[in-house]
């Protein structure tokens, strides 16, 4: 199950044309609240919330709901020439997100067959396939989500020639 979740981090690179990256990052970022459960979303149509630093960031969405803050966003960029810079970004799912996800599934897949072995004597297949079922679905689902997270980035920077690396 672990490599499962290795495989939902995607590497790509991709070229920005613009003079400053950095600027241009920073006027689609807010700073990450200390307690972003309970800070609303700040209404300043800004998509993105995190840390950006001389050459590197680290975001996720700018939103409230906690399904959308587990898709985080790092990278590094540097200058290529005068109006070009090269950024190398990273979308996944982050750490505590994994560990989260791989507890629960182990929880419920384990609560669920002892009620059921309590109450029938056996262990039925059936509550088995629908556990098995969801966690597919919730799989797809957090598929989607980084599919959207990463064309709001491509968008909203404006970046070009964006190819996925291996």
Same mark, same amino acid.
């Given at each position: 199950m672990t490599r499962l979740f290795t495989k939902i981090k995607m590497k790509y690179r991709a070229i920005s044309l613009t003079e400053n990256f950095k600027l241009k990052l920073e006027k689609q970022t807010n700073d990450e609240p200390i307690i972003w459960f309970i800070t609303p979303k700040?209404?300043?149509?800004? /998509?993105?919330? =995190?840390? #950006?630093?001389?050459?590197?960031?680290?975001?996720?969405? %700018?939103?409230?709901? /906690?399904? !959308? $803050?587990? *898709?985080? #966003?790092? =990278?590094n960029f540097k200058k290529q020439n005068e !109006?070009?810079?090269? *950024?190398?970004?990273?979308i996944g799912i982050s750490r505590f997100a994994k560990i989260w996800n791989i507890a629960v599934i182990i929880f419920v897949f384990v609560f669920f067959n002892f009620i059921i072995y309590k109450n029938e004597g056996h262990i039925e297949w059936i509550p088995n396939i629908a556990i098995l079922s969801i966690v597919i679905f919730g799989f797809l689902m957090l598929q989607l989500l980084i599919n959207r997270v990463k064309s709001?980035? #491509?968008? $909203?920077?404006?970046?070009? %020639?964006?190819?996925?690396l291996d």
């Open positions: 700040l209404f300043n149509e800004k /998509p993105f919330c =995190g840390e #950006i630093s001389h050459s590197t960031f680290q975001l996720s969405l %700018n939103s409230f709901l /906690p399904e !959308n $803050k587990v *898709v985080s #966003i790092k =990278g !109006n070009e810079f090269l *950024v190398e970004f990273n709001r980035f #491509i968008k $909203k920077l404006n970046l070009k %020639n964006v190819e996925k």
